[in-house]
T-cell receptor, first 115, second 113 residues
Framework: DTEVTQTPKHLVMGMTNKKSLKCEQHMGHRAMYWYKQKAKKPPELMFVYSYEKLSINESVPSRFSPECPNSSLLNLHLHALQPEDSALYLC??????????????FGQGTRLTVV | GENVEQHPSTLSVQEGDSAVIKCTYSDSASNYFPWYKQELGKRPQLIIDIRSNVGEKKDQRIAVTLNKTAKHFSLHITETQPEDSAVYFCAAIPDTGRRALTFGSGTRLQVQP
């Protein structure tokens, strides 16, 4: 199983809503990532979890709150978002973050629209 | 931190021609260089990668070359086909510090039948 599964695929939310994005992998990977991708732009790193601990927060606004309940799951909690937060949110996982780098597998993404 | 620059931003070739995309990176500690292909509305998918102890790697019609001294690496696609049309991203990961993918800005490849 080389799949990273994200739910939901599409999400429309109002600026006062609270919602969560979910990501799951069963490859035994110990590093998990959230990326944000705007149209015609590369993925932009938001958060990295390594062995279920937050290791990188790329100065993301607090209206985005990540959570890693266990080694297979990664959530992104959303609250009081702005229309400019509309984007494709990609989850990825890799074996670990040790020296040398390893292949990162991406989920299909959640297309988020904030209205 | 790492900065990856990618050129060209768009590339149009005739079917059967070759395509070359070039990237440069800034962090000399970077040792892993993957290339991702992203079709419209889909996830980025790894197509080939190279590590700093290797100068060239080939997989069928796709090859990647790395010049660590000059800090640049390139993707070569030969005998292009319409299904190669997509956005291609190069990336780099350093061995120290911020060990996560930093992407180039992307190249939109259009293969004309």
């Amino acid at each position: 199983d080389t799949e990273v599964t994200q739910t939901p695929k599409h999400l429309v939310m109002g600026m006062t809503n609270k919602k969560s994005l979910k990501c799951e992998q069963h490859m035994g990977h110990r590093a998990m990532y959230w990326y944000k991708q705007k149209a015609k732009k590369p993925p932009e790193l938001m958060f990295v979890y390594s062995y279920e601990k937050l290791s990188i927060n790329e100065s993301v606004p607090s209206r985005f709150s990540p959570e890693c309940p266990n080694s297979s799951l990664l959530n992104l909690h959303l609250h009081a978002l702005q229309p400019e937060d509309s984007a494709l949110y990609l989850c990825a996982s890799s074996q670990d973050r040790g020296p040398g780098g390893t292949e990162a597998f991406f989920g299909q993404g959640t297309r988020l629209t904030v209205v | 931190g790492e900065n990856v620059e990618q050129h060209p931003s768009t590339l149009s070739v005739q079917e059967g021609d070759s395509a070359v995309i070039k990237c440069t990176y800034s962090d000399s500690a970077s040792n892993y260089f993957p290339w991702y292909k992203q079709e419209l509305g889909k996830r980025p998918q790894l197509i080939i990668d190279i590590r700093s102890n290797v100068g060239e790697k080939k997989d069928q019609r796709i090859a990647v070359t790395l010049n660590k001294t000059a800090k640049h690496f390139s993707l070569h696609i030969t005998e292009t086909q319409p299904e190669d049309s997509a956005v291609y991203f190069c990336a780099a990961i350093p061995d120290t510090g911020r060990r996560a993918l930093t992407f180039g800005s992307g190249t939109r490849l259009q293969v004309q039948p």
